[in-house]
């Protein structure tokens, strides 16, 4: 019915299902085989279930799920951990996945233990921190629906970070890390700013006291899109720029966003002072 192997324990000890001699056995079952647990049974999103559908026809099952047996009589397996890996399986017409099966005492205790687990640490971690968690759960191959389970957020939200940090440079996981940078900020930078660029949109945006409502309405008005166009030669003058934009803007007390722009746009000077050096808008 089935074949069994032994595996080094790694990620798979960290499931709970580990041996005596710190040794995993994974298990390759029937998909047919498997119902959920009771409680387990959530609904999908479509789009993440997608994705881990083409990813399991490319790669196959690259994390075993895990399971312990119905205790019914019959030779069923109740589905603990990895619904969407099992569906997946069933709907493209997989006979067997790998899996982990654990005595039954397990199903209920790790239950119990991941709940508190997964709440206590949702409560003592920061939105950086999370976020930066969630993109190294995917670069694992972990589902998009099971890390927005454990992370008590949105499959849509897992979606979000991971298209946020998608490209983050050492130094901008470096200023999110150190608190230089929030991720409000971090998302706006990304939205507008060329990879190339973002380094030092980073550092800019950093040194001053701005919220994302203000820097986004900065990347709008001073039309960031078409100065990205102009290439790498113009870089130093789109940089000094943004610098006098972020600090004149965070200078200015009072007044809702729109006016505080249309306050930038009545100082707006013709050459810029950064790095040392003073830059005109546009060489000549």
Same mark, same amino acid.
């Given at each position: 019915m089935a074949s069994s192997e032994t595996v080094d324990t790694g990620d798979v000890a960290a499931d709970g299902a580990s041996t005596p001699d710190g040794a995993a056995t994974v298990t390759h079952v029937r998909v047919d085989r498997i119902r959920p647990e009771d409680g387990l049974g959530r609904k999908r999103d479509r789009e993440g279930h997608l994705e881990l559908q083409r990813s399991i026809? /490319? =790669?196959g099952v690259l994390t075993p799920i895990t399971v312990r047996p119905a205790g019914d009589g019959t030779d069923d397996y109740l589905l603990i951990k990895g619904q969407g890996r099992a569906l997946a399986c069933r709907a493209l017409g997989v006979d067997t996945i790998p899996a982990i099966v654990v005595d039954e005492s397990y199903g209920h205790d790790e239950k119990v233990r991941q709940f508190l687990v997964e709440n206590v640490a949702r409560l003592r971690? !920061?939105?950086? *921190?999370? $976020? #930066? @968690? +969630? !993109?190294r759960a995917r670069e694992d191959g972990e589902e998009t &629906? *099971? +890390?927005?389970?454990? =992370?008590?957020? &949105?499959? &849509? &939200?897992?979606?979000? #970070?991971?298209?946020q940090l998608e490209d983050a440079s050492t130094a901008e996981v470096a200023a999110l !890390? %150190?608190?230089? @940078? %929030? #991720? $409000? @900020?971090?998302?706006?930078i990304a939205r507008h700013v060329n990879p190339g660029d973002r380094d030092d949109a980073v550092a800019v945006v950093s040194s001053a006291h701005l919220g994302a409502r203000d820097l986004e309405a900065i990347f709008v008005g001073l039309g960031w899109n078409g100065l990205s166009g102009l290439g790498l030669t113009q870089r130093a003058q789109r940089m000094a720029l943004l610098s006098w934009a972020c600090h004149s803007m965070s200078s200015l007390s009072g007044g809702s966003v729109r006016? !505080? +722009?249309? /306050?930038?746009a009545m100082r707006f000077p013709t050459e810029f002072e950064y790095d040392g050096a003073t830059l005109a808008l546009v060489s000549q």
């Open positions: 026809r /490319q =790669f971690m !920061r939105p950086v *921190d999370r $976020a #930066l @968690l +969630i !993109r &629906t *099971d +890390i927005a389970r454990r =992370f008590g957020v &949105t499959a &849509t &939200t897992v979606r979000r #970070l991971l298209a !890390r %150190s608190g230089e @940078l %929030s #991720l $409000a @900020l971090h998302a706006v006016e !505080r +722009i249309r /306050q930038l």
